[in-house]
């Protein structure tokens, strides 16, 4: 399971850094990724990153996100930077096996390759 933690109210200009919790045998054998999800709108891609620490962004939120992992690699982690009340959302984790080819830098990030997923976090934006 992937369990989700860190979102909360923020101030347009603030920053957020958001968590995900699994055990230690998930991260090295999955690329992992955030989504996130409005009400009555389409859950969107906003960052992945692969087992050798490549990291992809989705338009809208690069030079402002940053996604990490520890180097336990146990935790990993969404720093939001510069948040507009346009990224107000529930975030969620997710993970694909990494023998996916949907895991592939080159690739869309897609919601629907991805099979493991935590509860989300909501986070809320104010203007």
């Known amino acids: 399971q992937l369990v989700e933690s860190g979102g909360g109210s923020v101030q347009a200009g603030g920053s957020l850094r958001l968590s995900c919790a699994h055990s230690?045998?998930?991260?090295?054998?999955?690329?992992m990724a955030w989504f996130r999800q409005n009400p009555g709108k389409e859950r969107e891609g906003v960052a992945r990153?692969?087992?050798?620490?490549?990291?992809s962004y989705a338009d809208s939120v690069k030079g402002r996100f940053i996604i990490s992992k520890d180097s336990a690699e146990t935790s990993l982690y969404l720093d939001m930077n510069s948040l507009k009340p346009e990224d107000t959302g529930m975030y969620y984790c997710?993970?694909?096996?990494?023998?996916?080819?949907?895991?592939?830098?080159?690739?869309?990030?897609?919601?629907?390759?991805?099979?493991?997923w935590g509860q989300g976090t909501q986070v809320t934006v104010s203007s």
């Open positions: 997710a993970a694909l096996p990494t023998s996916n080819s949907w895991c592939d830098d080159s690739q869309p990030l897609l919601v629907h390759p991805y099979n493991y």
């Open positions: 230690g045998y998930m991260y090295s054998r999955h690329c």
């Open positions: 990153i692969n087992r050798d620490g490549t990291t």
